[in-house]
């Protein structure tokens, strides 16, 4: 029997990160988002609390949890700031996630021990100008050298790209091989022929930093592969499932914070002599937000109740991830709608809700892979 009530510890987690999101994080939004930059130093505010290691084990510094831990860090930091926590989910659960997955002791200890301390902050490089949903059409390419490797290529829309000491990056070893030709490597920040091009201008999520990233004939030692040569692809989608529960977490808690905001308005904007909520039209529009959130967060809960089981869990992944950021989008949209022109204008935190949840229809596999990926599941 599936049981989806949060264990004290959990629930003490949760109250923790609520405390933290309110004292540490929520002074920052307007701040950064205003200013397109990322608070870098959050990263150790955070790390100094133990906060970032919740999922990892004790010989790296961590607490040994499960990817419950991490579904309630993504909602509670989510609901507070999309773009901010976007930085740390890119961290956490993309660029040290596939190194505690994949890597040997030495990458383990080199790499994850400062991340959890927030001493050191990784980044995900698998999207291409040309490529990302079909990462057979990947460009970058990775020959071997002696002791080392040469990476040529470019790498598009990297979260953290602008600032990140690390980042794990999937390039080309055997184009014969198609897919099964890719291999993973880290790339420290300081190595020759690795460089930021630009950083990224987007529509949403602007608290946080993505950037164009060329590697030119960039030498990186072979003892910097993740895993073995030629077996990166499967790599990467092994990261990406624990990754999609916790991104339909993420979209929880962004859904929670525009329904919030919207059954407040709802209640203090006055129309036609009585609050607006009072109105059957904005209630059935409330009722269904509520309804939907609170489905998307039984799909987010079973899958990661699932993933903690070492239980199959691909197609309840890609289910939890395609309905929970699609609702996410539905229901910031209503929000806007309820909040009227107000709803428009910048200084409601429901405008930059709105521009933020589409990104995770497009991130983490876009929603049509995953209905790929669902109707495979079912024999389709």
Known sequence: ????????????????????????????????????????????????????????????????????????????????????????????????????????????????????????????????????????????????????????????????????????VTAVTDSSLGMKGISLFIVDKETPGFSVSKKLKKMGMKASEAAELVFDECRVPASNMLGKENTGFMAAMGTLTEGRIVAAAFAVGMARAAYDAALDYAKTRYQFGQPIGKFQGIQWMLADMATQIEAAKLLTYQAAWLAGKGAPHIKESSMAKLFATEMASKVCAEAVQIHGGYGFMDEYPVSRFYRDCKLLEIGEGTSQIHRNTIARSIGL
């Open 1 to 168: 029997m599936i049981d989806l009530a949060l264990t004290d510890e959990q629930k003490a987690f949760r109250d923790a990160l609520r405390k933290f999101a309110k004292n540490e994080m929520a002074s920052l939004v307007d701040e950064y988002e205003d200013r397109a930059e990322y608070p870098q130093f959050i990263f150790k505010k955070i790390g100094e609390l133990g906060y970032l290691g919740a999922r990892f084990p004790e010989e790296f510094g961590g607490s040994g949890g499960d990817t419950m831990f991490s579904v309630i860090m993504s909602e509670e930091l989510g609901y507070v700031s999309p773009g901010i926590y976007l930085g740390i989910y890119v961290h956490l659960y993309l660029a040290m996630s596939g190194i505690l997955l994949f890597g040997n002791s030495d990458q383990k200890n080199k790499y994850l021990v400062p991340g959890i301390r927030g001493d050191m902050i990784g980044a995900w490089g698998f999207a291409e100008p040309g490529a990302g949903s079909d990462p057979g059409s990947m460009t970058t390419r990775a020959k071997k050298e002696g002791d080392d490797f040469i990476i040529n290529g470019t790498k598009m829309f990297i979260t953290n790209g602008t600032f990140a000491d690390f980042v794990v």
